[in-house]
């Protein structure tokens, strides 16, 4: 596993399982928040990043509820027992109840009760302003980190050779609905952006890329 360090506050923790899989670790007054979980193997590489950070862990905010965004939940909870926040749609899909769209059978990915609902100030104890970015899945969130100029992208993109690309259309819901969730970087225009499924090369001036990727994505 590889950690880097992608901006003052931020960290990003990677593996390769055939793609890449990425986590981040945040950094702010009360201590650690970890956006995503990963899957399960991961665990022990970002512990050992919470380890050299030497600040507790207190929270986990997840982008979407897929199993390669929250396969770490039960190991990383077993060290340290945090709250668990996905946004609010994206809960009856985790816990089972519904089939993600386009799925034909429903997958229980966490116990029921244990995700919350995220609220604001979840977000913002991290330094961080959840964005709901629909299409990829119903509850999709991208974490925006404004002193930083970092947008938390998750699955709302990938990316390739630095430039903003669709997401995994195998996965995700409603392709359209996520492109047009991307315009999010017109309007925030963060400094950098960072994808779960991408390399370690962040996106830089997305702003500007935007209308060129959202003509091509739509093709
Ligand atoms: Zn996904």
Known sequence: MKTVQISEHIWKCSIWVGITVS??????EDG???????????????????????APLQRILLTHGHSDHSGGIVRIRSKFPVPVYAQAEEIPYMEGRLPY????????LAEPGLV??????????????????PGHSPGHVAYYH???GVLLAGD????????LNRPMPMFTADMKQAVESGAVVAQLNPRLVSVCHGGNVL?????????????AAIK
């Open 101 to 108: 769209p386009g799925r034909s059978k429903a997958e229980k």
């Open 32 to 54: 650690l928040t970890l956006v995503d979980t990963g899957i399960s193997l991961m665990a022990g590489g970002i512990e050992k990043c919470f380890r050299q950070l030497n």
């Open 156 to 163: 709302l993109f990938t990316e390739k050779r630095g430039r």
């Open 203 to 215: 996106i830089s001036s997305p702003q500007e890329q935007y209308k060129a990727y959202a003509l």
């Open 23 to 28: 986590v981040w670790v945040v950094q702010s």
């Open 116 to 133: 919350q609902p995220l609220d604001d100030r979840a977000a913002a104890a991290a330094g961080l302003r959840a964005v709901h970015t």
């Open 146 to 148: 404004e002193q930083d």
